[in-house]
């Protein structure tokens, strides 16, 4: 079983940047985010395969930069031009050995003046 932990959600003013951190507790795959904000679904943010293959929501394309550290199971979620559409909880994604699904427990990201 894989534990992902994520960090770095608060409060941030539109326009304005902030980073996501997710760690692995073991070997994983491609790595993901995915948001949900209030009353709608969860959707995908950005994926990166363990090769640093990139797949990003056209919502968020030239703003927000997935990247990962192998060494450290480590995936990040740099986001930039922040808007309040994008408050969100962002959750933290995985895919492990024989196609297991892990998600980590969400980290709230506010963005408001």
């Known amino acids: 079983q894989v534990q992902l932990v994520e960090s770095g959600g608060g409060l941030v003013q539109p326009g304005g940047s902030h980073r996501l951190s997710c760690a692995a507790s073991?070997?994983?795959?491609?790595m993901g985010w995915y948001c949900q904000a209030p009353g709608k679904q969860r959707e995908l943010v950005a994926t990166i395969t363990r090769g640093g293959r990139t797949n990003y929501a056209d919502s968020v394309k030239g703003r927000f930069t997935i990247s990962r550290d192998n060494a450290k199971n480590t995936v990040y979620l740099q986001m930039n031009s922040l808007k309040s559409e994008d408050t969100a909880v962002y959750y933290c994604n995985a895919e492990g050995w024989g196609g297991a699904d892990y998600w980590g427990k969400g980290t709230l990201v506010t963005v408001s003046s």
């Open positions: 073991g070997s994983i795959f491609t």
